[in-house]
């Protein structure tokens, strides 16, 4: 498998075999607390927007892969408040790295980028379009928690037409047999553009609006956070950030099997009860994340 060198800007940038030798691989380094492939390679990190998760964790797996992290989270001690380009900037970064991670509000610049650079980009969210790394840690989340991904039925909620997150796992589900249901309110459901995209990739799709509907259906219930800074207007926000709020005692006839998953941060669409339950996995889900990015990183650099 030949990812050397390879960008990651959206999950179908890889096969269905790559993105399961990618899980295989974190397989094997999970609980394997150093490893230390990388050492003297260095990460360039360059995080244009917000980021607790993906960027302590790639941060993490560059370390325990022997490996050093350089790079900025938010713009305001760079030269990008002098005027500078972020090609300019990426130029530079790329020229002190091995390996850069970019996560900016525009649409399509992690590709741009990735054009002109010479070493590999792996895009760690651009706007509402990719997110694949994210793809990863859920993909490998279903099937540690399910023993498997074809068969499933997977109910996806919230905000499927701002979440990027969203956007990449409908991408990568649609490697598999499995049966999705999407629920959201008509003005968070798919655009036409990605409704026409999944369809294409051949995913198997419905679309429902009442959360209570998918409950005992579902053997994965992946919820979203409104996308807040997606939004034109407030007011409009306001209007939907509440639509779906899981507690508890809506799970009460979930499948045994039933896992809860969110990419994360929630707001308010998951009620703190739902953590005591067997169902809850999201924190576990962003764990794996360093496992994940380990052995993406890994198989990118050596
Ligand atoms: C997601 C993102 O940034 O797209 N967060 C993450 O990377 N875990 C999801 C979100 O912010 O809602």
Known sequence: MKLKNRSLISIRDLTRDEIDYV??????????????KLRGKVLGSMF??????????????????????????????TSIQKG?????T???????????????PQEGIAEEVSNVAKKPIINAGDGKNQHPTQTLV?????????????????????????????????DGLAYYDVKVLLVAPPSLQLSEEQEARVREHGLDFTMREKLEDVLDEADVLYMTRVQKERFKSIDEYERVKDHYIL???????????????HPLPRVCEITEDVDQTSHAYYFQQAAHAVAVRMALLNLLLT
């Open 23 to 36: 899980l295989h691989r974190a397989h094997l380094l999970e609980g394997m607390p150093r490893e230390e």
């Open 48 to 77: 244009f927007e917000p980021s607790t998760r993906t960027m302590l964790s790639f941060d993490t797996a560059m370390k325990r892969l022997g490996g050093n992290v350089i790079g900025f989270s938010g713009t305001e001690a």
């Open 84 to 88: 500078e380009s972020i090609s300019d």
């Open 90 to 104: 990426v130029r530079m970064i790329e020229s002190y790295a091995d390996v850069i991670v970019m996560r900016h």
């Open 138 to 170: 859920d993909l490998y989340a279903i099937r540690k928690t399910q023993g498997r991904i074809d068969g499933l039925t997977i109910a996806i909620v919230g905000d499927l037409r701002h979440g990027r997150a969203v956007n990449s796992l409908l």
């Open 247 to 261: 507690t508890a005692d809506m799970l009460r006839d979930a499948k045994e099997n039933l896992r809860v998953l």
